[in-house]
C-alpha cells in the first residue's frame, strides 16, 4: 500500500529535509584531504542531535553508523573508517534525518582536492540525472517516466546505472512503497498521486552497472573497480510540480 501523506505530514518531513541540507551544506565546508568519514559520521551525528533530531540509519536492520560513506568503487551503504580522504577521492555521504518522527532521506556525492576528469564527468551527470528524473515525477506520470528519462540521459553521457538499489517511498518508515528504479520503460509501473513522498536517488557507475557486496554484508561496490556516484532528494508529488524537501 502507498501512502499519501497529509500537507501537515509533508511540512513535518521539509523541516527534516531543510535539516538534512543544512547538515550537508556543513560537510561541504569541511570535507578536505586528511579527514575521515569517521569524523564526518561523528559530526553528522553531533549536528543532528544539537538540532533534536537522529539519524534514522543507525540501528536500521542492524546498520551501525549514523550515515553511509561511499568511497570511490563503493556504491551504496559504505561503512565510515578511519581513513584519511586522499586527494582525487569521491565520496557519497547518505543519511536520513528523523526530527520528531518525519524523515527525510538525502545522499549528496563530494569530490575531495584534484578529481580526475572522468570523475567531474561522473559527478555533473548523476546529479543532473537526479534533477532528470525529479522533474518526472508529476501527478498523472508512472514510476517507470523517472527511471527512463534518468537511464535514457545517463548512458547517452556513456555511464551506467545501478539496478539493484531503487529509490523509495519514504514517511514514518524509511522504506515504504513504492520501490522508484533508476532504469526502466516509459508508461509503466504505479500511477503517481498528489501527497506521495518518495526518493530518487540514482547511482550512476563510469563502468558497468553490476556490483558485489562486501563481507560486512552491506558494502555494494562495482565489480570492475570503477567510480561511483549518487545524489539523492525526497521530494513531495503535488499537483504543482515535485516539491524537493531536503533543499532548504
Ligand atoms: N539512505 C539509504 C537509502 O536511500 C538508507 C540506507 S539503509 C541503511 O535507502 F541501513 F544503510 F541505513
Ligand atoms: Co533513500
Not at 564527468?121 to 515525477?137: D, P, R, W
Request: some cysteine; glycine content about 10%.
Amino acid at each position: 500500500m502507498i501512502s499519501i501523506k497529509s500537507q501537515k505530514q509533508i511540512q513535518l518531513m521539509h523541516e527534516a529535509g531543510k535539516l538534512l541540507a543544512s547538515c550537508h551544506k556543513e560537510i561541504a565546508k569541511i570535507i578536505r584531504v586528511g579527514l575521515t568519514t569517521r569524523e564526518i559520521d561523528l559530526f553528522v551525528e553531533k549536528y543532528l542531535s544539537k538540532h533534536g533530531a537522529t539519524p534514522e540509519q543507525k540501528g536500521y536492520r542492524g546498520y551501525p553508523y549514523a550515515t553511509c560513506a561511499s568511497v570511490n568503487d563503493e556504491i551504496c551503504h559504505g561503512f565510515p573508517t578511519d581513513r584519511p580522504l586522499m586527494d582525487g577521492d569521491i565520496v557519497t555521504i547518505d543519511m536520513v534525518v528523523n526530527l520528531k518522527g518525519a524523515l527525510a532521506d538525502s545522499a549528496w556525492s563530494y569530490s575531495v582536492g584534484n578529481i580526475s576528469n572522468t570523475a567531474k564527468h561522473l559527478l555533473a551527470v548523476t546529479k543532473e540525472s537526479l534533477y532528470i528524473g525529479i522533474n518526472q515525477a508529476v501527478v498523472g506520470n508512472r514510476i517507470g517516466d523517472i527511471g527512463y528519462a534518468i537511464q535514457k540521459y545517463v548512458e547517452a553521457e556513456g555511464f551506467s546505472v545501478v539496478r539493484d538499489f531503487t529509490g523509495h517511498g519514504i514517511g514514518r518508515s524509511l522504506h515504504e512503497e513504492p520501490q522508484v528504479p533508476h532504469y526502466g520503460r516509459q508508461g509503466r509501473g504505479t500511477r503517481l498521486q498528489e501527497g506521495m513522498v518518495i526518493t530518487i536517488e540514482p547511482m550512476v557507475n563510469v563502468g558497468t552497472w553490476r556490483c558485489k557486496v562486501d563481507a560486512n554484508g552491506w558494502t555494494a561496490r562495482t565489480v570492475d573497480g570503477k567510480l561511483s556516484a549518487q545524489y539523492e532528494h525526497t521530494l513531495a508529488i503535488t499537483k504543482d510540480g515535485p516539491i524537493i524537501l531536503t533543499e532548504q
